[in-house]
């Protein structure tokens, strides 16, 4: 599909109520108000498109670059890319959208490095967000990577902003469900940490507790195995 072809698309399927949600998120940027699941349609019909993505960011169209990171190829993300990008997070829609693919990329662990690092409160959170996503993926990384960041989120995530707090806390969990070795080094930090206060502004979300999240979790995973090993 061509850009114009998308856009006309996206225009298309926009309603005022997903417009209104949007903005509730933070969303500043032009909108059409595409729910996700007609972006997910998208999505399947273009599959993977880099060329295109790049377009659709450069639009600045909310809907447009959503969608552009849906069809982004993770392996030809490269660090001008990354940092153009997340200096247009801005809001918790594309924060989270935007840190899967980098986690994905080649230099995601160098990205998240230095985003986690961040003064900038939505790029410390879309850091954050990378590492929680790089910690559920199958990778020979070593554990001791994960336990030196569990160490920076214990001693730093109530003196964070607002919205890094919310990734770091993302992070822990995911480094929980890594693996039973990291799993009582993570709970132990949650409990340590206690809550973790987080202004979500006008919106349902909240900020869940670790430990209770972590539990769900894998409880939900043995759930799913059980019935798979019931199945064979």
Not at 105 to 120: E, Q, R, T, V, Y
Not at 181 to 190: H, M, N, Q, S
Request: aromatic share 6%; with cysteine.
């Amino acid at each position: 599909m061509t850009l114009e072809e998308v856009l006309k698309e996206l225009k298309k399927n926009g309603t005022e109520q997903t417009r209104k949600t949007y903005r509730r998120h933070g969303v500043t940027n032009e909108l059409f108000g595409v729910s996700y699941s007609e972006l997910g349609a998208l999505k399947k019909k273009i599959k993977t498109d880099h060329e295109l993505a790049k377009k659709l960011w450069d639009t600045e169209i909310h809907d447009a670059r959503i969608l552009a990171l849906m069809i982004v190829d993770p392996s030809k993300i490269d660090a001008d890319l990354a940092e153009r990008w997340v200096t247009g997070t801005g809001n918790y829609v594309v924060s989270s959208a935007l840190a899967e693919p980098v986690s994905q990329s080649p230099i995601g662990l160098k990205l998240m490095a230095k985003w986690s690092k961040s003064k900038d409160e939505w790029i410390g959170r879309t850091g954050w967000l990378t590492l929680a996503h790089i910690a559920k993926q199958e990778n020979d990384l070593s554990d001791s990577l994960f336990e030196d960041y569990l160490d920076v989120i214990e001693k730093g995530i109530h003196k964070a902003r607002n919205r890094t707090r919310d990734g770091m806390n993302s992070a822990l969990i995911g480094i929980a469900v890594r693996n039973e070795k990291l799993r009582p080094k993570a709970l132990a930090a949650a409990g340590r940490i206690g809550k973790v206060e987080v202004d979500h502004g006008d919106t349902d979300c909240k900020t869940p507790d670790a430990a209770t999240y972590i539990d769900k979790i894998l409880k939900r995973s043995n759930a799913k195995d059980a019935k798979k090993a019931v199945s064979r």
